[in-house]
């Protein structure tokens, strides 16, 4: 049971440069996130998916874009890279209105 | 003001003793209440969830909620040293769609 994958697990860009973090869940959920955790800030939501074709802003949306892609995938991208977006970035999953949130195993983002 | 908020610590205890982690929120209408737990690197995973007030025990862990206080706690008993982490509080918001975390709390347990 591989849970919530995402991929890529580290990567570098350069500034300006655009990226899609992608993940996919195999839990059926209605739900699901992206979350940036940076030192000191703990998880914030930058988006998020309510069920299959809606996305929503989350706390800090700025300079990322998101695609619920179907029930089991939701993308993440970055159009242009800025090294105020160099952080671990996180995606989860939970059924709707109960719920315990399951992470994906982080990607490592650096932007230089 | 944030809508979850932890004492970022770092918290100390010694091996054996209770370590005491404390969460208020702000959403007064929030019904869904969570600790995850975070070693260093790795992803945070579900180790409590509490729904109503009163407390709530699953082995060494006990979550406490007082809605009217807009406070959660956990209580881990007999700490061991593999308890040191970050431990996030996290709430799901009205409408259970979006669940917001505190910045977390550092934890060590001193063997």
């Known amino acids: 049971n591989a849970g919530v994958t995402q991929t890529p697990k580290f990567q570098v860009l350069k500034t300006g440069q655009s990226m899609t973090l992608q993940c996919a869940q195999d839990?059926?959920?209605?739900?699901m996130y992206w979350y940036r955790q940076d030192p000191g800030m703990g998880l914030r939501l930058i988006y998020y998916?309510?069920?299959?074709?809606?996305?929503d802003k989350g706390e800090v949306p700025n300079g990322y874009n998101v695609s619920r892609l179907n029930k089991r995938e939701f993308s993440l991208r970055l159009e242009s890279a800025a090294p105020s977006q160099t952080s671990v970035y996180f995606c989860?999953?939970?059924?709707?209105?109960?719920?315990?949130?399951?992470f994906g195993q982080g990607t490592r983002l650096t932007v230089v | 003001q944030k809508e979850v908020e932890q004492n970022s610590g770092p918290l100390s205890v010694p091996e054996g003793a209770i370590a005491s982690l404390n969460c208020t929120y702000s959403?007064?209408?929030?019904?869904?209440f969570f600790w995850y737990r975070q070693y260093s690197g790795k992803s945070p995973e579900l180790i409590m969830s509490?729904?109503?007030?009163g407390d709530k025990e699953d082995g060494r862990f006990t979550a406490q909620l007082n809605k009217a206080s807009q406070y959660v706690s956990l209580l881990i008993r007999d700490s061991q040293p593999s308890d040191s982490a970050t431990y996030l509080c996290a709430v799901l918001n009205t409408g259970g769609f979006k669940t917001i975390f505190g910045a977390g709390t550092r934890l060590f347990v001193k063997a």
């Open positions: 509490i729904y109503s007030n």
């Open positions: 998916s309510a069920s299959e074709g809606t996305t």
């Open positions: 989860a999953s939970s059924e709707r209105g109960t719920t315990e949130a399951f």
């Open positions: 959403d007064r209408v929030s019904q869904s």
């Open positions: 839990m059926n959920h209605n739900s």
